[in-house]
């Protein structure tokens, strides 16, 4: 099948919102790929821009990915 489910994703790999279900998160997403990776990003970076009070240097760090990245990403989808 072509449909991705939470059982198809890797295992530790899977981000549950902090409310409602995996499944409704899905679902509540775009459709377009794009847009899909913008809502996507924009929920995990505001997730990590709390737990790291704003700091892109820590966030990026733990992401695993370079500053310069993530604030480009951060302006891409408005969150800067």
């Given at each position: 099948?072509?449909?991705?489910?939470?059982a198809?994703?890797?295992?530790?790999?899977?981000?549950?919102p902090?409310?409602?279900?995996?499944?409704?998160?899905?679902?509540a997403?775009?459709?377009e790929?794009?847009s899909?990776?913008?809502?996507?990003?924009?929920?995990?970076?505001?997730?990590?821009?709390?737990?790291?009070?704003?700091?892109?240097?820590a966030?990026?760090?733990?992401?695993k990915?370079?500053r310069n990245?993530?604030?480009?990403r951060?302006?891409?989808?408005?969150?800067?």
């Open positions: 099948s072509d449909k991705i489910t939470p198809s994703l890797p295992v530790g790999r899977v981000i549950i902090a409310q409602g279900s995996l499944q409704e998160f899905l679902e997403l775009p459709t790929y794009d899909a990776r913008d809502e996507f990003d924009r929920q995990f970076f505001k997730m990590h821009l709390e737990k790291n009070g704003g700091n892109q240097r966030i990026a760090r733990d992401v990915i370079a990245t993530l604030a480009r951060l302006k891409k989808i408005g969150l800067t």
